[in-house]
């Protein structure tokens, strides 16, 4: 529907968790995104384990460095009928 807003980003701060706990946070949290919905997540550091793995379950994000030496880290899904298929055996 035209003119509809897409939900308010999911904003998690993760600086103060050692790995791998940022990313089973990010996982975790990405299966709850509404439709149109953005994570938005601060990390200790950059998360280059985790990027493939988003991109596999039809997410397309994008990670930068901030200032303080942490990670920014913004996914939304591409592929949301990904995320609703059946685990594999």
């Known amino acids: 529907m035209a003119g509809q807003l897409d939900p308010p980003a999911l904003h998690l701060d993760l600086r103060g968790l050692p790995a791998p706990q ?3 946070h990010i ?7 509404q439709p149109g919905q ?3 997540a601060l990390t200790p ?3 280059a384990p985790l990027l493939p793995m988003l991109e596999q379950l039809g997410f397309a994000c994008d990670a930068r460095a901030t200032d ?3 990670c920014l880290v913004i996914c939304h899904a591409t592929d949301r009928h990904l995320l609703d ?3 594999g055996p």
Do not use: I, N, Q, S
């Not at 996982?27 to 995104?33: D, I, M, N, P």
């Open 22 to 24: 940022p990313m089973e």
């Open 27 to 33: 996982l975790a949290r990405l299966h709850t995104l």
């Open 38 to 40: 953005r994570l938005v």
């Open 45 to 47: 550091l950059y998360p």
């Open 68 to 70: 303080d030496g942490a």
């Open 85 to 87: 298929a059946p685990a």
